[in-house]
């Protein structure tokens, strides 16, 4: 409700009195603490040595010495379902994130929009005369709406923060990454040959938006949400950190469990008589898939072991990189004495993944086209692992060892998906615990109480206009002073890509059911039980045993289900999921036409050339024989197709995942004037199945130039990659033939046209001189 006017007014404003209190924003309490968020991606409880891993995170230690550490604390066991409950403190269902972004579906609990009775941490702290900033990866924006012509409702700006600087999808190149700053699309301000990563791109702009609010009002409390592409892949940082960690990981990844497990005991992470769960806990076929397997060490040659080795040590340096990244934020803070009255909290949204499949990958998009990796073609990597020609991704052996003691990895329900690591971080208010350990069980829709109730906020009734549904977690705040408190958290049900869990007052219960697996049939599956308050690593199983437990637990799952718009469940492959048909900014239609000098249009809602006969035709005037440059490009170097002009021919290149780059070039040069240069695709088969097989013609007005034998990526150029662009490229080029941005010049684009009917292109000019004709 407005405050009332408690001013006078009279016919002469002198015999009147001024009121202000109406009109001025929102003031926060005196003495408010700041709050940072601190998400570090796809990072099991096993990798930081802050917790007992191996990989060194020393400003996370300075960070963990102020405040404490959470060993017992729980996620969804995937990206934007997490990302969601820590912004609203509600469960992912009711937040329409039952999968990441890009797999929404037209359900309740699955349509990828928060709702606005879900109100985020943001919209609750900037009513409350907080400054909110959000930087690096959100993941909570549909992607049919992460483009210039969607509503921003569901952007950062649109969620309760006033500034916005990073990427909206799941994942993107960290050395050539899609920006968007508030509610534009922006091209990275320099290169990676000018020293260009983004880890530290997004600290120099957290920084930057934190003081220019505490110049101006330096007693305002800020919320910055920080958000890093690491440690998602790609896994991509600089080769001096990798270097550092050169022969630690040559043990393997069984043996680095082994020495881990009793680094966590040590420090006291996991109860002392913790045991190891399996390497493979379910079999392949039965439960989860081939990909999902992890191959034992001794069972490699030793090509893979150096080859496996070497993507545990890059993922490390990514790690540790942007811990130093972390540390110039944590000094900046410290040297401007608002350290002490800041809560920060940092945590991973999930387990380590396991995307790279058994034997790794040079390209992580292969695992999104369902489509197997090459130790051969992986190998030929091996010098540039972490660089810009590498979209890498360790094998499933090192996620399940970064998850150490617990079972399997992201997107899994079992430990190794939920169990992560967790720091809260209050200086002011934690001297007296600095340092310690705390093992309530606990789960992502606490900490928005929690941080709640340090700052002496309730959460609101109505926000926004909107009646709020109540928040779900409960507060963690009691954990502060008490290392034996009895945990607060009663139940936490968990539902991801098919599998199923049920936390309830120490006992977990466990459907027998791999992640994508496509198997449904989700009534046959067996249910596993475990008494986790004393077996954390999930190895007794009593369902046999303990029937009527069982039964209790499986009762209690379905009733959270009903409760939170679980159902309906989906185990399909990622590909089924990620290539679902949505509805876009307009009308379904078959003829798209897009222009130079506008924005990046992102894959979601560009033309879907999957599986399918397509043409592409383009406009263009050229002015001069050196014309060249990029007429049209969409993806990149690991997948993407682009039309082009060099050395004064015409160029169509379509590079498959990254694999193979199938190139056709004009047999004869291009002329001076007027032009319409046309590429068709005719679909002739599939081999293997989704995967389009045909022929490709290139011509220049209606006459062939070129053709040849293509085929086409079963599933997207890239699960958050580059999208569709005219006259230059992106970001990294999808040819080898030219350097990014190799903006078209000599020359006008008028305009291209894609077409996806099956049709053959239509000459538009000369249809219309036709029907003038017979008018």
Not at 506 to 526: C, I, P, T, Y
Request: hydrophobic share 35%; glycine share 10%.
């Amino acid at each position: 409700m407005p405050m009332p006017f408690k001013g006078t007014i009279n016919v002469d404003v002198r015999d009147s009195k001024a009121d202000w209190a109406p009109y001025l924003p929102p003031q926060a309490k005196d003495g408010s603490p700041n709050v940072l968020y601190i998400i570090v991606d796809d990072t099991g409880i096993a990798a930081w040595d802050v917790f007992g891993g191996a990989i060194e995170m020393p400003n996370l230690k300075r960070v963990a010495a102020k405040g404490l550490r959470y060993s017992n604390w729980h996620t969804t066991a995937l990206c934007s379902p997490s990302r969601s409950c820590m912004l609203t403190g509600r469960n992912a269902h009711m937040n329409g994130m039952a999968c990441i972004t890009e797999g929404a579906n037209g359900f309740p609990g699955n349509s990828a929009v928060v709702p606005m009775e879900c109100g985020t941490l943001a919209e609750m702290l900037v009513e409350n005369g907080y400054n909110t900033y959000c930087i690096g990866k959100w993941h909570l924006t549909p992607e049919t709406e992460s483009h210039m012509a969607a509503s921003r409702r569901t952007w950062p700006t649109g969620r309760g923060f006033e500034r916005y600087y990073g990427f909206l999808g799941g994942e993107t190149n960290q050395w050539y990454p899609d920006l968007v700053q508030d509610n534009q699309i922006v091209e990275q301000p320099y290169t990676p040959e000018e020293g260009y990563h983004l880890s530290k791109d997004l600290v120099d702009k957290a920084i930057a938006y934190i003081r220019d609010g505490q110049q101006v009002a330096p007693e305002k409390p800020w919320f910055t949400y920080l958000s890093f592409g690491a440690n998602h892949a790609p896994h991509h940082g600089p080769r001096e950190w990798a270097d550092r960690y050169k022969g630690k990981f040559d043990m393997g990844y069984e043996k680095y469990r082994v020495q881990t497990l009793e680094r966590m005991k040590k420090a006291g992470m996991v109860p002392k008589d913790t045991q190891l769960s399996p390497i493979n806990p379910w079999p392949a076929g039965e439960v989860i898939s081939e990909g999902d397997l992890v191959r034992p060490w001794d069972s490699l040659n030793d090509q893979e072991k150096k080859l496996f080795a070497r993507m545990a040590e890059v993922y490390a340096g990514f790690s540790s990189h942007c811990d130093h990244e972390i540390g110039r934020l944590i000094d900046y803070l410290e040297q401007s004495g608002q350290l002490d009255n800041t809560i920060v909290i940092v945590w991973s949204d999930n387990g380590a993944s396991g995307e790279g499949g058994p034997n790794g990958s040079v390209n992580e998009n292969k695992f999104f086209n369902s489509y197997p990796d090459s130790l051969e073609e992986n190998m030929k990597y091996f010098d540039e692992l972490g660089g810009p020609s590498t979209y890498n991704h360790y094998p499933t052996g090192w996620a399940v060892a970064f998850n150490t003691p617990y079972k399997m990895f992201k997107r899994y329900s079992l430990e190794g998906g939920l169990a992560d690591p967790l720091i809260i971080s209050w200086p002011r208010e934690m001297k007296k615990v600095a340092g310690q350990i705390r093992d309530q069980y606990h789960h992502a829709i606490d900490i928005v109480p929690t941080v709640l109730e340090c700052c002496g906020i309730e959460q609101p009734a109505v926000l926004k206009g909107y009646t709020q549904i109540p928040i779900q977690g409960v507060s963690m705040a009691y954990t502060f002073d008490d290392p034996n408190a009895k945990t607060t958290r009663e139940t936490q049900y968990y539902a991801m890509l098919g599998t199923r869990a049920i936390y309830h007052d120490g006992w977990k219960a466990v459907a027998r059911h791999g992640a994508l697996s496509g198997k449904g049939n989700f009534m046959q599956d067996k249910w596993e039980l475990y008494n986790i308050a004393k077996d954390r690593t999930e190895l007794n199983d009593l369902a046999e045993t303990n029937r009527d437990k069982l039964m209790e637990m499986v009762a209690i799952w379905f009733a959270e289900a009903g409760r939170n718009n679980v159902l309906p469940l989906d185990d399909r492959s990622a590909r089924e999921i990620l290539g679902i048909e949505r509805p876009g900014a307009s009308k379904p239609r078959t003829s798209f036409t897009f222009y130079p000098g506008t924005t990046e249009v992102p894959e979601g809602v560009a033309p879907n050339i999957r599986n399918k006969s397509f043409s592409i035709a383009a406009e263009v005037t050229i002015d001069t024989p050196e014309a060249s440059g990029v007429i049209m490009a969409q993806g990149a170097r690991f997948g993407g197709h682009a039309l082009f002009i060099k050395d004064g021919k015409l160029h169509y290149s379509y590079n498959f995942l990254g694999i193979e780059e199938q190139h056709v070039e004009s047999s004869t040069k291009v002329t001076k004037g007027k032009h319409t240069f046309t590429v068709e695709f005719e679909k002739t088969g599939e081999n293997p199945k989704f995967v389009a097989n045909g022929s490709v013609r290139l011509a220049i007005d209606d006459k062939p130039v070129a053709e040849g034998k293509m085929k086409t990526q079963p599933g997207k150029f890239a699960l958050a990659g580059e999208g569709l662009v005219v006259g230059r490229e992106s970001a990294d080029a999808v040819s080898k033939l030219y350097k990014p941005p190799f903006r078209f010049t000599g020359g006008t684009i008028k305009q291209v046209t894609i077409n996806i009917s099956g049709a053959h292109v239509i000459d538009e000019e000369k249809e219309a001189v036709g029907m003038l004709a017979r008018d």
